[in-house]
């Protein structure tokens, strides 16, 4: 089990477990730096789904900076069950942890969110099924951060903005026009 540390906000500095699973890449501190930077420190009243949330460190940095609600969506059990260990461990109350399916838990969901973290397993064509969901998804003056294997143009309605590479790693900050 490794540990990574939560880069800004309340709970700067401090360290939460990451399970060992196949695919799990936690966004780099590095990364995760760069995307505050571009978003702000202050994420107070900001709505925000992880929508493949793994170690949930972004849903996470987001909360510790202030966003809420913050919705953590992660399918495998195992994984799941870190996270709500690691969400007890900050008493953060203002998080809601979801154990399912990310396609099956946006289907009914109405838009509401003002920042949708997207960091989907790689080479199995989850950015092109989640792009027709987006618009029920997310605001109309929503961000998206998107990571992916392959640099990207646009989301659907949404286009990088920003953007940035760590290794194999393409990040990117996507608005509408």
């Known amino acids: 089990m490794a540990r990574i540390r939560i880069t800004g906000g309340q709970w700067r500095s401090r360290l ?12 780099p501190d590095r990364v995760r730096e760069t995307l505050f930077n571009w978003l702000g420190q202050n994420l107070s009243g900001l709505s ?5 949330a793994g170690s949930g460190i972004l849903g996470f940095e987001a909360a510790s900076r202030g966003a809420g609600p913050v919705t953590l969506v992660e399918r495998s ?4 069950n870190q996270l709500c260990r690691n969400a007890d461990v900050l008493d953060a109350a203002d998080l809601r942890l979801v154990c399912g399916d990310a396609l099956k838990f946006v ?7 003002d920042l949708l973290f997207l960091d989907p397993p790689y080479h199995q064509g989850w ?3 989640m792009e027709p969901k987006l618009p029920g998804l997310i605001k109309p003056q929503g961000r998206i951060y998107a990571e992916a294997e392959h640099p990207l143009e646009s989301l659907g309605a949404w286009r990088v903005v920003k953007r ?6 393409h990040f990117h900050l996507l608005e509408q026009p």
Not at 107 to 112: E, H, M, Q
Not at 164 to 169: H, I, K, S
Request: glycine residues 10%; aromatic residues 8%.
């Open 127 to 129: 950015l092109e099924r």
């Open 107 to 113: 289907s009914p969901v109405a838009a509401g969110y």
């Open 77 to 80: 059990r195992t994984v799941f």
């Open 164 to 169: 940035g590479q760590a290794g194999q790693v």
């Open 16 to 27: 939460i477990q990451v399970t060992d699973a196949e695919g799990l890449r936690p966004t």
């Open 48 to 52: 925000c789904l992880d929508i493949f």
